[in-house]
């Protein structure tokens, strides 16, 4: 593959200093999607479907499978056939056998046979380019993003009462929600490239890789925010001649182009290539995450901004770099910068030596039980409540990271790491954002998100049982919900409630297959769709595996290694159901409330515990005692 490499990165100041000497001029019109900007929910909004819809690949470098791989290192490389190459926006055309990889992009969907991908960079060809030497062993599932890694179908995204702000944006975008207006100076085009992007509202093909377009909608209510107008272009796909003519409009029209992705050093990213040949190329790569990939120039008569591709990395950069000089061209003055102070709730390592832009959340602590019987020292010296600031990232390729953020943390270049306990100055997305009444963690449970409905202001996010607790334990979040067997330590945590669910295997309609129990999946050619290991559903899957394998006299990875899927999980509790009711598995772990839901047929595999566990500091907060009211009208004993 040919490509373009970063060399000379820009600093921040210079980046700023290439947009100011830029010339923008206002304008007004209309886009869809932004109708949603300022509005109130009045109902929750889940997810439909699986964001992304399909297994795709986190890196540039080859598919293949991770057994191939196993005791390979830089001396000894595993040496594999390569049989084809994937892009994104393609459908595979290759399936993957024993000693075979294929060339990946980022991005791209998994072909068939492959459960891991191995980043180009540890890898060397041959001379004939026939065969790929890998230099590293990998593990099933390294450097793959599954379906729903980011938004699984069936979670909670928006509560009722949610106002939309440019974050939330983002996260509508990517369920498909089009309605959404904007309005501001200047004139502001917004071009989303890549063959994969559909507009939301049309057909989402998958097994294509194809993803609804965010950026457009995320960075035109930015833009709006800022006080320009957007007008959203087709989306450019990665053919050379097609994405200079979209770009050449949107320069005879607007006074400012801004396009998404099609920036970093991919063979199929040629923009920078566009801007090269017909127009002006300022900078290109800025040493800044996220955002690297920033570009700067000119096209025609108008500016050019390029943004990366990946949601979080184009808004923060937008709003770094491009939203100050949108607010300049408007003639509107830079709002009052709205911060809060607070301390980091864990220990931070960065090691890349880049500026650093910090998705964070926050979560007031409230006043300790000592303070509130009037002695000893609280998380405050004067036992008010304490702000803790804490990390929000589901990595680079997330739609919904900045949904969960309340602000910005900038880590200067030269900072290693951050340690827990450490002052850090929040920069908020707006000034009338407010930490959430309740902050909680854990299992991603169904009763559990009706009782956050009735709540003022919660956030809730779906990690798993065993991050839940272990944040818990860390002292961050309010509560914890975590399901199944716990043989984590719960420290002094307060139960405030708990009740029991029904688990099992999740089968298609009728029970065509006539599956009964875990003895099928062991002794039959049946596929199965497991849960990730941090799920409290897998804890007790884990649990039956081994009792099985007990009353068979077997080994119990005998019994793991029988049953097809077992290892590769997915994060939420209506994923394995969705890939049921695509045909790609004959069972999936899973809840029968679940399986109701989606008329599927469901085996039972006995009842498990879902608790809920409080930080014990917190019980007197607010938002804890709103939630405990709610869960005596659920819990059982």
Same mark, same amino acid.
């Given at each position: 593959?040919?490509?373009?490499?970063?060399?000379?990165?820009?600093?921040?100041?210079?980046?700023?200093?290439?947009?100011?000497?830029?010339?923008?001029?206002?304008?007004?019109?209309?886009?869809?999607?932004?109708?949603?900007?300022?509005?109130?929910?009045?109902?929750?909004?889940?997810?439909?479907?699986?964001?992304?819809?399909?297994?795709?690949?986190?890196?540039?470098?080859?598919?293949?499978?991770?057994?191939?791989?196993?005791?390979? /290192?830089?001396?000894?490389?595993?040496?594999? =056939?390569?049989?084809? +190459?994937?892009?994104?926006?393609?459908? @595979?055309?290759?399936?993957?056998?024993?000693?075979?990889?294929?060339?990946?992009?980022?991005?791209?969907?998994?072909?068939?046979?492959?459960?891991?991908?191995?980043? *180009?960079?540890? #890898?060397?060809?041959?001379?004939?380019?026939?065969?790929?030497?890998?230099?590293?062993?990998?593990?099933?599932?390294?450097?793959?993003?599954?379906?729903?890694?980011?938004?699984? &179908?069936?979670?909670?995204?928006?509560?009722?009462?949610?106002?939309?702000?440019?974050? /939330?944006?983002?996260?509508?975008?990517?369920?498909?929600?089009?309605?959404?207006?904007?309005?501001?100076?200047?004139?502001?085009?917004?071009?989303?490239?890549?063959? +994969?992007?559909?507009?939301?509202?049309?057909?989402?093909?998958?097994?294509?890789?194809?993803?609804?377009?965010?950026?457009?909608?995320?960075?035109?209510?930015?833009?709006?925010? &800022?006080?320009?107008?957007?007008?959203?272009?087709?989306?450019?796909?990665?053919?050379?001649?097609?994405?200079?003519?979209?770009?050449?409009?949107?320069?005879?029209?607007?006074?400012?182009?801004?396009?998404?992705?099609?920036?970093?050093?991919?063979?199929?990213?040629?923009?920078?290539?566009?801007?090269?040949?017909?127009?002006?190329?300022?900078?290109?790569?800025?040493?800044?995450?996220?955002?690297? @990939?920033?570009?700067?120039?000119?096209?025609?008569?108008?500016?050019?901004?390029?943004?990366?591709?990946?949601?979080?990395?184009?808004?923060?950069?937008?709003?770094?770099?491009?939203?100050?000089?949108?607010?300049?061209? &408007?003639?509107?003055?830079?709002?009052?910068?709205?911060?809060?102070?607070?301390?980091?709730?864990?220990?931070?390592?960065?090691?890349?030596?880049?500026?650093?832009?910090? @998705?964070?959340?926050?979560?007031?602590?409230?006043?300790?039980?000592?303070?509130?019987?009037?002695?000893?020292?609280?998380?405050?010296?004067?036992?008010?409540? +304490?702000?803790?600031?804490?990390?929000?990232?589901?990595?680079?390729?997330?739609?919904?990271?900045?949904?969960?953020?309340?602000?910005? *943390?900038?880590?200067?270049?030269?900072?290693?790491?951050?340690?827990?306990?450490?002052?850090?100055?929040?920069?908020?997305?707006?000034?009338?954002?407010?930490?959430?009444?309740?902050?909680?963690?854990?299992?991603?449970?169904? #009763?559990?998100?009706?009782?956050?409905?009735?709540?003022?202001?919660?956030?809730?996010?779906?990690?798993?049982?065993?991050?839940?607790?272990?944040?818990?334990?860390?002292?961050?979040?309010?509560?914890?919900?975590?399901?199944?067997?716990?043989?984590?330590?719960?420290? %002094?945590?307060?139960?405030?409630?708990?009740?029991?669910?029904?688990?099992?295997?999740?089968?298609?309609?009728?029970?065509?297959?006539?599956?009964?129990?875990?003895?099928?999946?062991?002794?039959?050619?049946?596929?199965?769709? %497991?849960?990730?290991?941090?799920?409290?559903?897998?804890?007790?899957?884990?649990?039956?595996?081994?009792?099985?394998?007990?009353?068979?006299?077997?080994?119990?990875?005998?019994?793991?290694?029988?049953?097809?899927?077992?290892?590769?999980?997915?994060?939420?509790?209506?994923?394995?159901?969705?890939?049921?009711?695509?045909?790609?598995? =004959?069972?999936?772990?899973?809840?029968?409330?679940?399986?109701?839901?989606?008329?599927?047929?469901?085996?039972?595999?006995?009842?498990?515990?879902?608790?809920?566990?409080? %930080?014990?500091?917190?019980?007197?907060?607010?938002?804890?005692?709103?939630?405990?009211?709610?869960?005596? =009208?659920?819990?059982?004993?």
């Amino acid at each position: 593959m040919n490509r373009k490499e970063f060399r000379d990165l820009a600093t921040p100041d210079e980046a700023r200093a290439a947009i100011d000497s830029l010339a923008l001029e206002g304008g007004i019109e209309r886009v869809p999607l932004e109708d949603a900007r300022g509005r109130v929910l009045v109902a929750r909004l889940d997810a439909e479907l699986d964001v992304p819809g399909f297994d795709r690949a986190s890196l540039d470098g080859y598919a293949l499978r991770a057994r191939d791989t196993f005791g390979a /290192d830089e001396v000894d490389p595993a040496r594999l =056939d390569i049989v084809g +190459e994937v892009h994104a926006g393609e459908k @595979p055309d290759v399936a993957l056998e024993a000693g075979q990889a294929a060339e990946i992009s980022t991005g791209a969907v998994m072909p068939d046979g492959a459960d891991a991908m191995v980043p *180009v960079e540890r #890898t060397d060809t041959d001379s004939g380019g026939d065969e790929v030497l890998v230099r590293t062993a990998v593990a099933p599932g390294d450097n793959v993003m599954f379906a729903g890694a980011d938004v699984a &179908a069936g979670e909670r995204a928006l509560g009722p009462g949610t106002t939309i702000t440019p974050r /939330d944006i983002g996260l509508l975008s990517a369920l498909g929600i089009d309605e959404v207006p904007v309005r501001a100076k200047p004139r502001v085009g917004i071009v989303s490239t890549g063959d +994969e992007l559909v507009r939301p509202g049309d057909e989402l093909e998958s097994e294509r890789g194809e993803i609804y377009d965010v950026n457009s909608y995320t960075i035109a209510a930015g833009v709006e925010d &800022a006080g320009g107008d957007a007008v959203l272009y087709p989306h450019a796909g990665d053919e050379q001649d097609e994405m200079e003519r979209i770009l050449r409009t949107a320069a005879d029209e607007c006074d400012l182009v801004l396009s998404s992705g099609s920036t970093s050093a991919s063979a199929v990213d040629v923009i920078y290539r566009v801007i090269e040949e017909q127009g002006e190329l300022l900078l290109h790569g800025v040493s800044v995450k996220p955002g690297k @990939p920033m570009l700067i120039g000119r096209l025609n008569d108008s500016a050019y901004v390029g943004l990366p591709g990946y949601p979080v990395s184009a808004m923060m950069v937008f709003r770094t770099f491009v939203a100050p000089a949108i607010r300049e061209a &408007a003639g509107r003055p830079e709002p009052a910068a709205a911060t809060v102070s607070g301390r980091l709730a864990r220990q931070e390592r960065y090691e890349e030596g880049r500026h650093r832009l910090m @998705p964070v959340g926050l979560v007031e602590s409230g006043p300790s039980e000592t303070a509130r019987n009037g002695g000893g020292e609280s998380a405050d010296e004067d036992g008010s409540d +304490e702000t803790l600031v804490y990390p929000v990232d589901k990595g680079s390729g997330a739609t919904t990271s900045l949904a969960d953020a309340d602000g910005v *943390v900038e880590v200067g270049p030269e900072t290693d790491y951050l340690e827990a306990g450490e002052p850090v100055t929040v920069t908020l997305f707006s000034p009338d954002v407010r930490p959430p009444t309740l902050f909680g963690v854990g299992e991603d449970d169904p #009763t559990f998100s009706r009782l956050l409905d009735g709540l003022e202001n919660p956030r809730y996010l779906s990690v798993g049982s065993r991050p839940g607790l272990r944040r818990l334990r860390d002292g961050v979040p309010d509560v914890a919900v975590a399901a199944g067997p716990l043989e984590q330590d719960t420290g %002094n945590a307060t139960v405030l409630g708990q009740w029991t669910r029904e688990w099992g295997l999740v089968v298609r309609a009728g029970n065509p297959d006539e599956i009964e129990g875990l003895e099928d999946l062991i002794d039959r050619d049946l596929r199965f769709v %497991n849960r990730t290991t941090d799920s409290g559903l897998r804890s007790s899957l884990g649990a039956a595996v081994a009792d099985l394998a007990e009353d068979r006299g077997s080994d119990r990875h005998e019994i793991v290694d029988a049953i097809d899927g077992f290892d590769l999980g997915l994060r939420a509790h209506e994923s394995p159901a969705r890939k049921v009711i695509a045909g790609d598995a =004959d069972a999936g772990l899973g809840l029968r409330e679940t399986a109701e839901r989606l008329d599927l047929g469901f085996v039972s595999l006995g009842e498990q515990p879902v608790r809920v566990l409080a %930080n014990p500091d917190r019980t007197e907060k607010e938002g804890v005692r709103e939630l405990e009211r709610a869960l005596s =009208d659920v819990s059982t004993e």
